[in-house]
């Protein structure tokens, strides 16, 4: 297998920032996938109709040379049914984020009394609104996402006819839970296929490794793995792709992201096809890859991407020291390494 097409392919999970970094990495992206699903957590963070519709315009600026639709979301609050049914046309899902957990957080939610949240989340399921959490606690780094997991559990329970999407996920148990919920789906990214916390932290120190949900196990690994390629209906692909200028990586303080916008596709289909020996084989690992790259988030959300074809050729790519835009400098995971396939 020396190429690969692959048709409409979507990341569901996508930080494209705003300004000067927007126009650096949102091309990367969009000449890349049929559309993106476009994380809220700006400063401040979308919360109204007026930002929402200015940001959109903002990232079709930077994207019109390609064909490409970005899916907008809004930062979660406690919207009541009348400003959902507004705006439920100009989003693709709402995006919850524990207080304080991650990147520009600080105003999410604090709590979550199933009582203080039902008005929203009732509203959300009439309206047909999927529900995005990055699901983590404030306890150990290691143990935040199991510690949640009681949380999606609740409001699976509580919101049956509520689609929520377990972000990003990295342990063996998120993977049995999104799988215990008939309304439970989840996106997992290309570094948490990749890598592990020993990766990161193992020998000296790599920054550009660094992200939340922090990279865990082997067995975690494994898990995620199976899951992504397995060909199974709940998962797709998101890839968490979050720049940050090297200079805030660089540092003390390291910065949480990484950026995976430009080798995504180069990697996916090599972690697919790599197992594969013959024909049926091939032929399989391409079907699933498929799935987990558009057809499962086409069903998941109920959206209509827009047509592109992408190839992939069996041809070395060496990865980019940096990518830059005027005085903005991002530096890409793995970079100046050679990975085995190219878009052509």
């Known amino acids: 297998m020396n190429k690969i097409i692959l048709n409409n392919p979507l ?35 979308i919360t109204t109709k007026d930002m929402l519709k200015d940001y959109k315009k903002r990232i079709q600026l930077s994207t019109s040379n390609d064909n490409f639709e970005a899916y907008m979301t809004i930062f979660f609050q406690l919207y009541d049914k009348k400003f959902l049914e507004d705006i439920k046309d100009d989003i693709t899902a709402i995006k919850l984020y524990p207080a304080g957990i991650t990147t520009n957080s600080d105003g999410g939610i604090s709590s979550f ?8 989340l009732e509203a959300m399921s009439d309206l047909n609104i999927p529900l995005s959490i990055h699901g983590e606690s404030d306890g150990f780094v290691m143990d935040r996402e199991n510690e949640f997991l009681p949380i999606y559990e609740k409001l699976a329970v509580n919101f049956p006819n509520l689609k929520i999407i377990m972000e990003h996920i990295t342990t063996k148990e998120a993977c049995d839970m999104v799988l215990k919920y008939d309304n439970l789906f989840a996106t997992i990214t290309l570094h948490h296929l990749l890598i592990t916390l020993d990766d990161l932290a193992g020998g000296l120190l790599k920054p550009h490794l660094f992200c939340k949900p922090i990279a865990k196990r082997y ?12 060909g199974n209906d709940k998962v797709m692909f998101g890839s968490d792709s979050a720049p940050h200028p090297t200079s805030k990586k660089e540092s003390c303080g390291c910065a949480a992201g990484i950026f995976t916008a430009p080798i995504a596709l180069q990697y996916l289909v090599d972690i697919f096809i790599k197992d594969s020996f013959d024909e049926n084989q091939i032929k399989t690992a391409t079907k699933n890859l498929q799935k987990f790259l558009s057809y499962n988030a086409v069903k998941i959300y109920g959206i209509k991407p827009t047509k592109k074809q992408i190839t992939i050729v ?25 990975i085995n396939w190219s878009i052509l």
């Not at 009394?113 to 929203?120: P, S």
């Not at 067995?219 to 397995?230: G, R």
């Not at 790519?317 to 050679?338: L, R, S």
Request: glycine share 2%.
């Open 11 to 45: 990341d569901m999970h996508l930080h494209l920032r705003d300004y000067d970094m927007l126009k650096l990495v949102a091309p990367l992206s969009s000449k890349q996938f049929s559309g993106a699903l476009i994380m809220p957590n700006l400063v401040p963070p």
């Open 219 to 230: 067995e975690d690994k494994k898990a995620l793995l199976f899951l992504a390629t397995s």
């Open 314 to 338: 069996k041809k070395p790519f060496k990865i980019p020291a940096n990518y830059t835009y005027g005085d903005i400098v991002v530096t890409p995971m793995d970079a100046n390494e050679q």
């Open 113 to 120: 009394d199933i009582e203080t949240l039902r008005a929203t």
